[in-house]
């Protein structure tokens, strides 16, 4: 495994949408443009990529949150395992970083900018032509209904009149996975459905997405 390994965040979605989703998601492999497809390279291309405040106060806390071993509340064998693999997403460390999370994060886009983008790339064809798409964007503060209505309405309006759409916006917090359907004609009370995600989940998220590195 590198230094700098994006694709721990990739196989941690991937595991996630299999374990609230179903099996149609089981199958996805990890590629390029998008980062997780159908193995026959035109079913499903799902992006994943991560949303944080882009502030002074931000950058600083990530940097506090990236300078050592404190506050941590893992059990023996999850030091272990963050010792070994430098990652601690979805273990119940508090707000600390492994330097390797800090790189991945540090890139993020708050998130209007990074749907822009996204929705950008999806309807110019950058991420090719598949059949359904998905957008999965990690959040690394917290968000609210509010927030995920602004996210998912964004989207539509953005790709309202391009053949190439999202088929469905997953904002993934680490206790919670929000599902949005942006199919036009359904309406907004059906839109979102969540899951909550607890700590037992997400000690077996973090361990099947080592399992490959």
Request: net charge negative; charged share 30%; with cysteine.
């Amino acid at each position: 495994m590198s230094c700098y390994d994006t694709c721990f965040f990739e196989r941690y979605a991937h595991q996630t949408l299999r374990r609230f989703l179903g099996r149609e998601y089981d199958d996805l492999v990890n590629r390029d443009r998008p980062d997780l497809q159908s193995p026959d390279g035109r079913s499903m291309g799902i992006e994943v990529t991560r949303a944080m405040e882009e502030t002074q106060a931000a950058a600083e806390q990530l940097l506090d949150n990236m300078s050592g071993l404190t506050n941590m509340r893992a059990e023996e064998d999850d030091l272990e395992r963050f010792i070994l693999n430098g990652y601690t997403y979805g273990l119940d460390l508090g707000r600390f970083l492994s330097p390797r999370e800090s790189r991945y994060w540090s890139m993020a886009l708050p998130m209007k900018r990074i749907l822009d983008s996204k929705v950008s790339k999806l309807t110019s064809g950058f991420y090719g032509d598949f059949e359904r798409n998905g957008l999965y964007v990690f959040c690394k503060d917290d968000i609210g209904i509010a927030d995920i209505i602004g996210a998912y309405r964004r989207v539509m309006a953005l790709q309202r009149y391009s053949e190439r759409k999202y088929n469905f916006l997953y904002l993934s917090e680490v206790n919670c996975l929000h599902v949005c359907n942006l199919i036009d004609s359904i309406s907004d009370t059906y839109r979102v459905s969540s899951y909550d995600i607890s700590l037992q989940v997400r000690r077996e998220l973090y361990g099947a997405a080592m399992e490959t590195t």
